[in-house]
């Protein structure tokens, strides 16, 4: 039996365990379609950061921040396996190196594809770009929100969990990290 056949088979015994018929024409192809979207929300753990960082690095002399801010991720709690859903803002401040922009939503995908805690994605985050690109600093801020607070548990309704990791200049220099969080707070133009 492959792989794929034994998460078929798990998804179905779970069906039959919450009570419901695997063979009713709904839930015909749901193991399938189960199967294949699980392995889609965790292929973040088939990827490694510094690979994806690497085809993209390129000398430069800009030492000013770079921010990519409201990056959307859907994630999955670890707890339950019910989804986190928000947005990352990063900064980095060049050290001769920068990263091709879209790689930076391209590692938030690669750690929102694991079974998470917030507080632990911000940190890879933070950890992958710091050590990757050796910048003077690098600033990481996830809102998002929990199903597994909203759809059960406490039930509260569109509470909000922010996380923040800074590394460097945005740590140690109060001024980086105020303009830091000025310009993430700062409303998009209307015509974005």
């Not at 365990?17 to 292929?43: C, H, I, N, Y």
């Amino acid at each position: 039996m492959d792989k794929d056949q034994e998460f078929e088979q798990a998804i179905t015994k779970v069906l039959e365990l919450l009570g419901e018929d695997p063979r009713r024409e709904g839930l015909l192809k749901t193991p399938s379609r189960v199967a294949k979207a699980l392995q889609f929300l965790t292929e973040g753990y088939h990827q490694d950061p510094k690979e994806i960082l690497n085809q993209a690095m390129f000398t430069s002399s800009n030492d000013e921040m770079v921010v990519v801010r409201d990056i959307e991720f859907y994630s999955m709690c670890e707890h339950h396996m019910l989804p986190i859903i928000g947005r990352v803002h990063v900064a980095y401040i060049p050290d001769g190196k920068v990263v091709g922009l879209s790689k930076i939503p391209r590692i938030v995908n690669l750690f929102a594809r694991r079974l998470q805690i917030q507080e632990q994605m911000t940190e890879q985050i933070a950890d992958a770009i710091s050590q990757t690109i050796n910048p003077k600093g690098v600033a990481v801020v996830v809102h998002a929100r929990h199903m597994c607070m909203e759809m059960r548990g406490v039930q509260k309704i569109n509470s909000t969990t922010v996380s923040s990791a800074l590394r460097g200049l945005f740590k140690s220099d109060h001024r980086t990290r105020s303009e830091f969080y000025n310009i993430i707070n700062t409303p998009a133009p209307s015509n974005f």
